[in-house]
């Protein structure tokens, strides 16, 4: 699954508040346990379950953005590079037929 430029920050802050909400849910249990409210048995089982489900949760989002990051990273490379080449070659004027002429030696030349 690709995710489209526009909303690739949207994702990031999502996975950040997710993370955030998963955090307020731990610290919850953790108030819970500490006012002996729920078994520390069945608490520390809770909290097993939330914490895997945090890690699941995170680990499927930053998988897709992971390819997403890195189908960026080679495309903008090969814009860069491209640019690079363009750069590193000198503008030949139709009007300067000697300039013109050095820039088809050199580039025949190799």
Sequence with gaps: MMIKASEKAAVYE????LSQHFEQVLLNL???????????????DLIAFVEEARAWAAFEIVSVLQIQEES??????????????????PAVSKRDPERRTRAIEKDSKG
């Excluded at 999502?14 to 508040?17: E, K, S, W």
């Design 72 to 89: 960026d990273w080679a495309k903008f490379n090969q814009l860069r590079m491209l640019s690079e080449r363009s750069f590193r070659k």
């Design 30 to 44: 953790q108030r819970l346990r500490s006012l002996r409210v729920v078994g520390s048995r069945d608490l520390k």
């Design 14 to 17: 999502i996975l950040g508040n």
